[in-house]
């Protein structure tokens, strides 16, 4: 099972300098790219995992976003995404994306997610990812996740 985007998601062509930014954002994460991500993200950066019966720690700054997904990604063989939806205003890009992962230890994983990606535009005039709100549909799915990573009966 490949890493990355999904040829079969649904973006616009040609893409905006805001939505590049942040589809090169998701192609960094899903391939584990963080030298990529560290150019990507603003220094204030902020990412927000929902519903709150997560109970999942909000991001805040560069730093403490990068040792995250340092930390989750290892567990994962293959991490891919469909991007299924786009919506984009100025400063900001909504998602609807599916995702399709297999962990080292062989679990299979899949979700639905809304995210919210507030993009800032830099006084050289590039973009970069300033926060994200995710949105898991389905968070028992990623409870399994968690305890399969976890090395518990799933």
Request: proline share 6%.
């Amino acid at each position: 099972m490949p890493s990355g985007i999904f040829p079969s998601s649904n973006l616009p062509s040609p893409l905006s300098p805001q939505l590049q930014t942040c589809v090169s954002w998701l192609e960094a994460i899903t391939t584990a790219d963080f030298d990529s991500l560290e150019r990507l993200v603003t220094d204030d950066y902020t990412h927000t995992f929902l519903p709150p019966e997560l109970n999942s720690t909000k991001l805040i700054g560069k730093k403490m976003f990068l040792e995250f997904f340092r930390g989750e990604l290892k567990d994962f063989a293959s991490f891919g995404m469909t991007i299924n939806e786009v919506e984009e205003t100025p400063g900001e890009v909504v998602w609807q994306l599916s995702s399709d992962t297999m962990t080292t230890g062989g679990y299979h994983y899949t979700n639905e997610y809304t995210v919210v990606i507030s993009v800032s535009k830099q006084v050289d005039g590039t973009h970069q990812v300033a926060g994200v709100r995710e949105t898991f549909k389905h968070p028992e799915l990623l409870a399994a996740l968690q305890r399969a990573i976890a090395g518990q009966k799933v």
